[in-house]
């Protein structure tokens, strides 16, 4: 009996290494969308604040992350358009992603440049892989079954999330000895390797898997069946900054260390989103989609709470707890809200139905997040996170009726 467990063990987990296999070209190309983003965006907000910047100068970086607002305006391009080489999809991901290549390599020779140019630079890298994230996504819908979709978006979220410890928490925790220029080439040289395993995808003969569906439905139509949802995501997406986006630029100005929000931020964050991302399907398909999600916002919520408590009695541990919830309750959210942008992204072109539904409901959060720190300046971190309470539990009701909708009409157990 124990001498043939070993071998029955190791049985197993070949299996399950081979069952992951197809997810890895997609878990790659995630891994790149955390590490640049994080490293263009994610600790430059905390650094200036601890320099001492005001709160409503700091907003003004998120404008870093508006290409991923705005692919919807080429996104069609990309859907009519097939470059003389690789396959549809696949061609459009290695030409983004190697222009984020080669303008990261520029940025790493600009340290003393002007703000302007830095800025110019980080935009349009920002730009060339939310082109490549909407290419990718569009390889989704079409090549992947429905019923499988829930692991890519795991592999999705595992892989922004190992990014995101890789963009902030390994190159910008090791600035100081890497330099900007090693830094940035290091994030080049990751974007570089990550893309390999794509090019081995059989997007030709994996076309149709997706089972697209509404084939019928004119751009007109189409437009009009994904305006309601776009503005459901985008309600989502810009209560869920307010609520929980802020909270590392509170902690400091509770008088956290930026080392220790650095590694809440670098570390923490991503590591409970890789886990939560790992263990959000199953429990989907435990519990329900929309129990799922109730259970998640009922946590945001919470969190949103005590941060409000922790600002007023200037409890710096009560403000990290609250932080840290936020991150648990805010990853159950995450697979079932990529899950359903996948389903109501088929159609026949789920470049630009995915970029709609994603970066226009991005792009109509963005106004919300570069306010966000000018209004808790304004009135203060308590009054801040009490008014955004209310505003949030409406915004995650309305996500959680729109994806019980769906459902009922799929016929799928909630």
Known sequence: MTGSAGPAIGTRVVDALAGLRPLAPFF????????????????????????????????LLQLINLPVGLTFLWAP?????????????????????????????ALSFG?????????????????????????????VVETVPADERSYVASAKLCGASLGGILGVGVLVGSYDSLGWHGAVLACAALDALCLLPILGYGEARLRGAGQ??????????????????????????AASYLVAGPNTLALLDLGVSLGQVGSLTGTVLPAVNLVMALA????AARFGTVRLIAAGALGVL???????????GRMADLGIAATVLSFVAGGFLGVPVFNMIYRW??????ATDYALLFGAAFFAAMPLRVAAPALAGWVGWPGYFAASLPLYAAAVAWLAVAVGRTLRADGVAR
């Open 28 to 59: 790659c190309l995630y891994v790149t969308f955390g590490a640049t983003l994080g490293f263009l965006s994610g600790g430059a907000p905390l650094i200036l604040r601890a320099r001492g910047v005001e709160l409503a100068e700091v907003g």
């Open 302 to 312: 919470a969190s949103g709470g005590l941060m409000a408590v922790a600002c007023a």
């Open 111 to 139: 340290e003393t440049w002007p703000l302007p140019a830095l800025l110019a630079l980080a935009i349009a890298a920002c730009a060339c892989v939310a082109t490549m994230d909407i290419a990718l996504e569009a390889l």
């Open 345 to 350: 992204a088929q159609g026949p072109r789920p």
């Open 77 to 105: 391009v990309l859907d009519r358009l097939r470059l003389p080489f690789l396959s549809h999809r696949i061609g459009w991901i290695v030409v983004a992603q190697a222009a984020s290549v080669l303008l990261l390599v």
């Open 212 to 237: 697209s569906l509404e084939r019928g439905s004119g751009a007109l139509a189409r437009l009009r069946r994904l305006a309601g949802r776009v503005l459901v995501l985008g309600a989502y997406f």
């Open 280 to 283: 959000a399907g199953g429990l």
